[in-house]
């Protein structure tokens, strides 16, 4: 076999997933040389807590807005903003590694506003569950995790209606999250854990349960499952 001296050297990834990407990236190369003292002179080193003053989900704010009906209504952009935002590079190196990497195998078959859908959706609920779910939590959320783990869940459906469609045995489809989450447990044993897995693991269900209907014939599927119903 003679090999495609016309291929490119990295597997093309949808554009959808550098839209979501690329403000992460540019996010953290902006703090990462504000800290290093390249930009923004001595007051550059306090830019990550001023973004995540600017962009984190705080609890307490969230708690007060539902007690408000939902005032001041622009900070709920919070709830889809926090992503933008990592405690480090490391935090922020891993979120874009993995976005990218689902990103592809998620978006290669959902159409790109289901791929929106995932992300945006299980930010949004991993954010509403972080916030009002877990009492006495000041912490902010930050980070993209939450919506990574929502592609997590689509890539899980995906696996599963497969395995379902061969006759293989469908609940292999879990095996990923089920690592995912024995590996937060064990860092969060030896290191210390704080409650960010909250929305983590909510992303994840709401990414899987919207793939049910924005996945390709998604909505005909839940259709049909109603009806037999």
Known sequence: ???????????????????????LIAMEVVLGLAQAGLVGGAGGISWRLQAVERFGMFPELLRYQVETGGQPY???????????????????????????????????????????????????????????LIP???APLIGAYPAVYGLIGAFTFLLWTNLARSG??????FSLIGALLFFQL??????????????????????????????PGGWARVMQMVRQR
């Open 74 to 132: 622009a900070e709920l952009l919070r709830l889809v903003s926090y992503p933008l935002i990592h405690a480090n590079f490391t935090h922020g190196l891993f979120a874009v590694v993995l976005l990218l990497a689902l990103g592809k195998m998620v978006g290669e078959i959902f159409r790109w506003w289901g791929v929106l859908v995932v992300f945006f959706g299980a930010a949004l609920a991993g954010g509403l569950a972080y916030g009002l």
């Open 186 to 215: 064990v860092f969060g044993v030896l290191f210390g854990g704080t409650w960010d897995w909250v929305a983590d693991v909510t992303g994840f269900v709401t990414g899987f349960l919207l793939s049910f209907v924005v996945s």
């Open 136 to 138: 006495g939590v000041r």
């Open 1 to 23: 076999m003679q090999p495609d001296h016309n291929a490119t050297p990295i597997n093309p990834l949808p554009v959808i997933v550098w839209v979501l990407a690329l403000p």
């Open 168 to 173: 293989a045995n469908k609940y292999r489809a």
